[in-house]
């Protein structure tokens, strides 16, 4: 099979797709591949989204996709100490990411997007030192494909990015391992609530969570460092569900529906994420929040700013990494200051001892939370600190060097 296309889009997750539908939604002639027989499956994600990354990318939420709304969060802390967040409305959703991911996919077709599914690319074709296409293969045969602009959104093991030699990911550090399941008979908190667990014996460096889908439907999922090497975070989520005082309750007449795996880029942004003819979005980009690891919304955006700068490239006639380098501004003026400053906090974080996170969440109240994880200044933390113990005090000046805090 031959294609020669304007953009051509590796991978149908949510930064492919979301590319696609909107080059496709401006006139330019998509190709969109993946190699998954089915989009969307397997599913590998706590599949928790707010409503303002859609909405920034101008995507809606496929009705379809949504399994719950959400109005906020609990976290527990080392010692379960509880720390609420609860908007009146909900602001985000537990979605089905095997409907998410399919709808979002049918969009991009439905707008114009040429699709080849069940395809793996095995290659990025280089032509006179610089990108023009694609070699893979599907159930006939060889595909080659030559395009103006290759885009890669092929996921955290991205080959587009290492075959572009853009790829960061190579260090376990930036990595997190990941375990969930889908669970029937929890017993959640709060429907409307996200609950996340922390601590160096529950999960260090990340968190254990249980997302509600309804009628005590759960995702049950667990992220830590993946250099983490004496126990495994499969090991992690069964001390959770058998010996974590609150995990035991919650879960102790819950069943497996669904098993997860999955890694997820925690190291941050790649150090550029275009080439000649070449742009990289989503979890190949490293686009996903250092403490989170959330990267839907991101993805989506970005997808879209991809999608737009690929219009404007074509239109004037040139694709060079010069004019790509506007996706690379718009993108990076957007969440280029909110990823870099997450990561410092979260090696911070990470460091920090347990006694002293619950010290945190003795003072901290869910609107801090929510403005530490979007890298906004909190100074109100450190006139409540300063009685309190020497640690605490370290990481706040971390905090504020970190200009997080005044
Ligand atoms: C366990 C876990 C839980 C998570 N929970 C959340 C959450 O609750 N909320 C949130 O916002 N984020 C979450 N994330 C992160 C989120 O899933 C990703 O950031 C998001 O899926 C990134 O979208 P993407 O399109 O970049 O990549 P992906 O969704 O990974 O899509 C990449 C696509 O590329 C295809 N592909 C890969 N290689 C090739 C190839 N060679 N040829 C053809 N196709 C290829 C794949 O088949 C796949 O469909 C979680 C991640 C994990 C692992």
């Excluded at 802390?77 to 609420?84: A, G």
């Excluded at 497996?256 to 942004?269: H, M, S, T």
């Excluded at 997450?342 to 990470?350: C, F, G, T």
């Amino acid at each position: 099979m031959k294609f020669k296309v304007d953009v051509a889009i590796v991978g149908g997750g949510p930064a492919g797709s979301s590319t696609a539908l909107t080059a496709a939604k401006l006139g330019l002639n998509v190709l969109l591949i993946d190699r998954k027989a089915h989009i969307g499956v397997p599913v590998q994600c706590g599949e928790a989204i707010g409503k303002t990354g859609p909405s920034i990318a101008e995507i809606d939420i496929p009705k379809e996709a949504i399994r719950n709304p959400i109005r906020g969060f609990r976290v527990y802390s080392p010692s379960n100490i509880k720390v609420d967040y609860a908007k009146p409305e909900p602001d985000g959703y537990i979605v089905d990411r095997r409907v998410f991911d399919k709808e979002l996919f049918i969009k991009a077709a439905e707008a114009g997007a040429e699709t080849l599914i069940n395809t793996e690319i095995k290659e990025l074709v280089f032509k006179d030192g610089k990108v023009s296409g694609l070699i893979g293969v599907n159930d006939n045969g060889k595909v080659e494909v030559e395009s103006k602009i290759i885009i890669g959104a092929d996921g955290v093991f991205s080959i587009i990015a290492k075959m572009a030699g853009l790829r960061k990911y190579a260090k376990l550090a930036d990595l997190d391992a990941s375990v969930g399941y889908e669970m029937c008979n929890v017993e959640y908190d709060d429907q409307e609530l996200m609950e996340f667990y922390m601590g160096k014996n529950v999960a260090p460096r990340g968190y254990v969570w249980i997302f509600p889908k309804g009628e005590k439907r759960a995702n049950v999922g667990i992220g830590v460092g993946a250099q983490d090497g004496a126990r495994t975070a499969l090991d992690y989520m069964k001390s959770f569900m058998k010996d974590h005082p609150i995990g035991r309750e919650k879960l102790k007449n819950a069943k497996i529906i669904e098993y997860r795996v999955g890694a997820i880029p925690l190291g941050g942004p790649n150090e550029k994420n275009i080439l000649d003819n070449l742009m990289l979005v989503g979890d190949a980009a490293g686009q996903v929040h250092p403490i989170t690891g959330g990267g839907i919304g991101y993805s989506l955006v970005c997808g879209s700013i991809a999608g737009k700068v690929a219009a404007e490239a074509i239109e004037a006639g040139d694709t060079s990494e010069r004019m790509l380098s506007n996706y690379e501004s718009r993108w990076r003026g957007k969440y280029g200051e909110e990823f870099s400053k997450m990561l410092k906090l979260r090696v911070l974080l990470e460091k920090a001892e347990d006694k002293t996170l619950d010290q945190l969440a003795e003072i901290l109240n869910g609107q801090n939370i929510v403005d530490l994880t979007a890298g906004r200044k909190i100074s109100i933390l450190f006139s409540a600190v300063k009685k309190r113990n020497k640690d605490l005090l370290n990481l706040l000046n971390g905090f504020r060097q970190l200009k997080l805090i005044q």
